[in-house]
């Protein structure tokens, strides 16, 4: 059974950092691209940042551009995602995914159509 298990949300103050992981149990996901999204109450799941299977391309989504690094550790089997310069309007739910298939980034893996495992999410909430 694969699994994407979330870890590192939680609560922090407008401009402070927390760094996600995701840890995929049930297969290898070190030749597939690898992604986050987020969402609110609400409102469509939001694409965030996606990674290529090898860690050498990278994209991100224009209102975390410059601030998130979405980064791999394929012998770990776990994709991370640091946040820096967190902003209340970063509160959501954070999703890990993976593709059973793509391994380089298209525009379709800036769709939340193009994966096909997900994981349970994690909180994220910035406030002071």
């Known amino acids: 059974q694969v699994q994407l298990v979330e870890s590192g949300g939680g609560m922090v103050q407008p401009g402070g950092s927390l760094r996600l992981s995701c840890a995929a149990s049930?297969?290898?996901?070190?030749?597939?691209?690898m992604g986050w999204f987020r969402q609110t109450p609400g409102k469509e799941r939001e694409y965030v940042a996606a990674?290529?299977?090898?860690?050498?391309?990278?994209f991100y989504g224009s209102s975390v551009k410059g601030r998130f690094t979405i980064s791999r550790d394929n012998a770990k089997n776990t994709v991370y995602l640091e946040m820096n310069d967190l902003k209340p309007e970063d509160t959501a739910i954070y999703y890990c995914?993976?593709?059973?298939?793509?391994?380089?980034?298209?525009?379709?893996?800036?769709?939340?159509?193009?994966?096909?495992?997900w994981g349970q999410g994690t909180q994220v909430t910035v406030s002071s």
């Open positions: 049930g297969r290898s996901f070190s030749n597939n691209v």
């Open positions: 995914c993976a593709s059973a298939e793509l391994r380089e980034i298209t525009i379709w893996t800036m769709n939340k159509d193009g994966y096909d495992y």
């Open positions: 990674i290529s299977w090898s860690g050498g391309n990278t």
